[in-house]
């Protein structure tokens, strides 16, 4: 079964600190926008909704990947 990956589930621990860096920090809140819109689009293409190629598929898991890096890195730091 396919899912999505919400970043407040990926890092439970973070929720608080997620939802005030969404609020106070612009740079956080266009990473996180652009992180949920990646795990959308992964999501609408593992459950079949919408056609694309293995490569697309895995570039964008890549791109999620590098986003979700990023977005730990700003929570550890802050």
Do not use: W
């Amino acid at each position: 079964m396919f899912k999505k990956h919400p970043l407040t589930e990926e890092f439970p621990e973070f929720e608080a600190k997620i939802h005030e860096l969404k609020a106070e920090n612009e740079h956080f809140k266009k990473l996180f926008e652009a992180y949920d819109e990646v795990d959308h689009e992964i999501y609408r293409i593992e459950s079949d909704a919408e056609p694309a190629s293995d490569e697309t598929a895995n570039q964008l898991r890549i791109n999620r990947l590098r986003l979700k890096d990023e977005l730990y890195f700003m929570l550890k730091e802050g």
